[in-house]
């Protein structure tokens, strides 16, 4: 089975400052690669994915995210935060030809206005 | 994308008793699952739902603690019975969609406490 591992439990930002989260996966094939975000009080929304193709995908508001296979690694960026940004990320994963998603722990940004 | 609702928002439930929570979606949908985020920790997959079909279960979840109906394709529902304050978590339903085949939605859970 496929385990994720996000590196940092909780981020502490200033607004215009840049964003990095890390992510691993374990797994031998082929996976299909997600970053969600859960907003303060609101449901999991999909922020980005990866599914094959160029490994640099670009999300919803502003967010991306690079695919390094060597690396088993999915970071996710964003050059300049907004106060708005404060919410928890997680990172998840499924095999190429299963549904199931396993997630990573999660990390807490929070953004200083 | 598809819009899920569940039922109830959250409850606060007496141990040795069982909830019962829904999970409606808007459009038909053919593969549902249920996930469970416990207190400070990740989501966990419980089982997988199909209609027409018994729900498959993850490692360490059983159909008699968590039974499932899928009676058609906009609706599930999961049981959680005989509860415990271990059981205090969040349950969210998903369903597969959006324009990747491996696209996950998630419901807006439901906050499950137990005393």
């Known amino acids: 089975a496929q385990s994720v591992s996000q590196h940092n439990h909780h981020v502490i930002l200033s607004e215009a400052a840049s964003l990095e989260l890390g992510c691993n996966y374990s797994?031998?094939?082929?996976?299909?690669l997600f970053w969600y975000v859960q907003y303060p009080g609101q449901h999991l929304q999909l922020l980005l994915k990866?599914?094959?193709?160029?490994?640099l995908v670009k999300g919803i508001k502003g967010f991306e995210a690079e695919f390094i296979k060597s690396k088993f690694s999915f970071n996710l960026r964003k050059p300049s935060v907004q106060w708005s940004d404060t919410a928890e990320y997680f990172c998840?994963?499924?095999?190429?030809?299963?549904?199931?998603?396993?997630f990573g722990a999660g990390t807490t940004v929070t953004v200083r206005a | 994308s598809a819009v899920i609702s569940q039922k109830p928002s959250r409850d606060i439930c007496q141990r040795g008793t069982s909830l019962t929570i829904q999970c409606q979606v808007d459009?038909?949908?053919?593969?549902m699952f249920w996930y469970r985020q416990q207190p400070g920790q990740s989501l966990t997959l419980i089982a997988t739902?199909?209609?027409?079909?018994?729900?498959?279960?993850e490692s360490g979840f059983v159909i008699d603690k968590f039974p499932i109906s899928r009676p058609n394709l906009t609706f599930s529902t999961l049981t959680v019975s005989n509860m415990s304050p271990e059981d205090s978590s969040i349950y969210l339903c998903?369903?597969?969609?959006?324009?990747?085949?491996?696209?996950?939605?998630f419901g807006p859970g439901t906050r499950l406490t137990v005393t």
């Open positions: 990866y599914f094959s193709g160029d490994p």
């Open positions: 998903s369903v597969v969609g959006g324009t990747g085949p491996y696209e996950q939605y």
């Open positions: 797994y031998g094939g082929t996976v299909n």
């Open positions: 739902a199909n209609q027409g079909s018994e729900a498959t279960y």
């Open positions: 998840a994963v499924n095999p190429i030809n299963d549904y199931k998603l396993s």
């Open positions: 459009s038909q949908v053919t593969m």
